[in-house]
């Protein structure tokens, strides 16, 4: 069970650094506001900057860094246009196609930090959202990336670091209860 000194942001950060902040010049900050992703220039370090000094925005901000492709990275936010809360029935659809990947990285990157995992569907004055449909969707995802090894490297990096870190043995298909 997460708790503020086991859990603290400030754990993230430091993992996240000593795997990336080398080998991509990548760093994870915390933010005051909304989170985003910041390409560097002129030497400076990229930043995946995530909300609030939330433990679980810096794990879903690092899901969709692990996924973003070399010119997604290029890229202010990825390139991704981002619809605010308050989404129609189609645009939640969209939101949810679009966001289960990253929220199945995100729910591996909990098991590994023995963190307690619940889907977002950032939509609260918008249509009415089947979050139960979603979490299985997410499940599902998370299933098909640990039963046939195909998580995107960067993340399988990060997930084995926060295992190590936080000493947690790897998740298997059993652990995801949707």
């Known amino acids: 069970m997460p708790n503020e000194l086991t859990h603290h942001y400030s754990r993230l950060i430091e993992i996240f650094n000593d795997c990336f902040r080398t080998r991509y010049n990548t760093v994870l900050v915390a933010g005051d506001d909304e989170p985003y992703y910041e390409p560097g220039e002129g030497g400076e370090p990229n930043k995946v900057v995530f909300a609030h000094g939330f433990f679980a ?93 195909t998580l995107p490297p960067r993340a399988k990096i990060f997930a084995k670091a926060l295992c190590k870190a936080f000493n947690c043995e790897w998740p298997s298909c059993q652990m995801i209860q949707d």
């Open 57 to 149: 925005s810096a794990l879903h901000e690092t899901a969709h860094w692990c996924i973003a492709g070399e010119k997604r990275r290029q890229q202010f936010d990825y390139g991704y246009w981002y619809e605010p809360d308050g989404r129609n029935e189609q645009q939640q659809r969209e939101f949810e196609q679009v966001e289960r990947k990253p929220q199945a990285l995100e729910w591996l990157f909990s098991l590994c930090a023995g963190f307690k995992f619940d889907v977002s569907v950032d939509n609260l004055s918008g249509v009415e959202v089947d979050r139960h449909a979603f979490r299985k969707a997410v499940a599902k995802q998370l299933e098909s990336y640990l039963a046939t090894d």
